[in-house]
């Protein structure tokens, strides 16, 4: 008797032949050594991709074993996110020794019981109704949060491509104005959900893994969580910070998001106004204003009534309909046979390729593409301009700063020289300040304290550079004497080289973060010298 | 039942915190999360997270598609619990669900077009030529089990997901055909391609 083929033994092996056969073959297998050790190794083989698979390896998935995370950052932001992650792992590692009041516990983010984060504590003692004159500080807190939270979110995302973004102010504004001053009811938990049947009646904060919306939210919704789902109605805004928000029901107000991907398949009211990763706008999907985001890719199936701003790190794909302009600045826009533009289409991409519009695609106004053409900074004179406007200023305030300080400014100088000391004091100061500014401001007589705090602080931050310009001058000119003249020719020279070799891409950003840490070292030392009572 | 507690892979680590559920068995705890019980669905969530996480980064490209993609089958979860009707075991239903939302995801990716084009030689095999590796040998350690998986993971979608549903899911050909919309004559030949081509990247072992 003829053998079977191995895809039939292997059919065999998996269980999916059929029975009559299936019989067929274990009657020849009986009689064929052939054919039943090609069986046993198929199903050896089986066992192994079962095994395998099934195996999952302690850290879940090895990144390493899939394709690339569709993001590419590139250096420059994993520069700027490496500090970040550095500064904030200082900062909490200061916050755990701190001695906090406990009335001010539930503001500590690395707290036993705060696995929350910050803000979520902040609104928990909101609702939880704290005294009305400490909530209005911690608002103050709470908005400082946010605030550096979207801006600091913005300033990478931006770094694609120079955007504007009037309408990020705008959103960063809006979000300010609407925290709560006002009723709320708070839910949080593993799974918070509104039922179908179900009616909110104040401005909803929700803090949970999975967040649904059935029902309906008179007020506002405002979420934290891994998902958010509003299938139901939300009569306000929509405020969530989530890996995922989707809104497939009906949101009558704005949507404010900050979130990995923001899919919509229902009804908005009002706009968008976001910080996403993807952005995803179902055919369904209907967008009764405008649009003005920060995303990483975004795709516009559906309806926006107005204009569409979008400034991406990705791209951008259009096969809905804008009812008037849609302005983009990002990598790549696609506008497919079905995309309708109102309006005007004005696009800033890096490639005239990457700009992909169907024959089919109707475009109201007019159409303006232009290549953005990257380094452009240093061929515009205005950049020199600036720079020279910079260097002039910070030379005055050098010069002003010997005229009215001398010695003081002469020794913090100097003391830029102790190079680890100044540079390990100067992290510190800049990551600690900030928070000790927020601990004082949230007290309530520290709050006027907390001001003058901050614009010391930043003052620091700017004379910084010019204490370590001056002493890299020095060091380089090797005056003779320690004069006024010598000693601004050395900050000229210096700030130069500091101004210079900030350019320089990816180690430029690491260069400045380092003179502003040896700077403010520096000056904490001085301070620390000077304020020691003269024996 | 322990049979098919012990097919849950471990508790997400992540998860740490105890909770009176844990001692539960399955079946109550489906009974539990039928009647929209919150503890219930985390639990179940607790139990079942990394196994469906997997099959997610198996079917998916990147982790953080993975992530959301887990956290919307547990979301969906919460609405289709009530279907479950006992006939097969419940892990196996779960990743069927689990499986449908990855597929549904390639697909969206793909702006609605299916994940897996049906080619015209669709239900055509080929036979091996007698050069062609042998199947992958008998017990192998584990850096070369997570060889294989590497290599899975590496392998073109359309070899990847209907072997991943078949090995890791444990579907029947019916259920990946009507998963992937496919015939399955066209899915058993893609498995076996699969299959084989799995065998020419790994080194080749013996019989």
Known sequence: ?????????????????????????????????????????????????????????????????????????????????????????????????????????????????????????????????????????????????????????????????????????????????????????????????????????????????????????????????????????????????????????????????????????????????????????????????????????????????????????????????????????????????????????????????????????????????????????????RFYFHQAVWLAGAILVGWLGMLVFPSFFQATTQLVGSGWLSLGLGVGVLAGVPVAIVVVAITLVGFPLSLMLLSLYLAAIYLAKIWVGAFLGKILLKPSGTTKGEWLLGLLVGLLIVTIVGFIPYLGGLVHLGVVCLGLGAFACQLYWASRPAI | MDAKRNMAKGPQPREGGSSQMEGLDLESVIERARGHDAEALGEIYRRYARRVFGLCRYMLDSRESAEDDTSEIFLKLQRSIESYDRSIPFPRWLLRIAGNQCIDALRRRKRGRQVIADVEDGAAVIEAPSSEPSPLGVVISKEERTKVRDTIARLPENYRVPLVLRYYSELSYDEIAQQLDLERNYVAALIFRAKKELRRRLPHRSK
């Open chain 1, 1 to 381: 008797m003829e053998c079977y083929s191995e895809q039939t033994c292997a059919l065999a092996v998996d269980g999916e032949l059929a029975a009559d056969e299936a019989q067929r073959l274990r009657d020849h297998l009986a009689t064929c050594q052939r054919c039943r050790a090609l069986v046993d190794a198929l199903r050896a083989e089986n066992r192994v991709l079962s095994e395998s698979l099934n195996e999952l390896p302690e850290e879940e998935a090895s990144p390493a074993a899939f394709s690339p995370l569709r993001w590419s950052w590139g250096r420059g932001d994993l520069a700027i996110l490496a500090v970040v992650l550095a500064l904030g792992s200082i900062v909490s590692g200061w916050f755990n020794e701190l001695d906090i009041p406990a009335a001010l516990e539930s503001f500590n983010p690395f707290s036993v019981s705060g696995r929350t984060n910050l803000i979520f504590q902040f609104f928990y003692y909101v609702a939880h109704g704290g005294t009305a004159m400490l909530a209005d500080y911690a608002a103050v807190v709470g908005w400082i949060c946010l605030l550096l939270l979207l801006g600091g979110s913005a300033l990478l995302l931006g770094r694609r491509g120079r955007p504007h973004y009037p309408g990020l102010r705008l959103l960063i504004v809006l979000l300010a104005l609407s925290l709560p001053s006002f009723a709320l009811e708070r839910r949080h938990g593993e799974f918070v959900t509104v039922a179908a049947n179900e009616t909110v009646d104040d401005t909803l904060v929700a803090a949970a893994k999975m967040v649904r919306v059935d029902g309906v939210v008179n007020g506002d919704l405002l979420t934290f969580g891994q998902t958010v789902e509003v299938r139901g109605t939300v009569k306000g805004d929509l405020i969530s910070f989530a890996q995922r928000t989707e809104v497939s029901g009906t949101v009558e107000g704005h949507i404010y998001t900050f979130s990995r991907t923001l899919d919509l398949e229902g009804q908005l009211g009002h706009s968008i106004y976001g910080v996403v990763q993807s952005l995803h706008i179902d055919d369904r999907g209907r967008v009764g204003d405008g649009m003005v985001v920060a995303v990483g890719d975004v795709s516009l199936e559906g309806e926006v009534k107005r204009s569409v701003n979008i400034v991406t790190g990705g791209s951008a794909d259009v096969s809905g309909s804008i009812g008037r302009d849609l302005t983009m600045v990002g990598r790549s826009l696609t506008l497919t046979n079905t995309a309708r533009v109102g309006g005007n289409l004005s696009a800033r991409v890096r490639q005239l390729t990457e700009v992909q519009i169907a024959d089919g695609a109707t475009i109201g106004g007019k159409r303006d593409i232009q290549v953005r053409v990257r380094e452009s900074q240093f061929t515009s004179s």
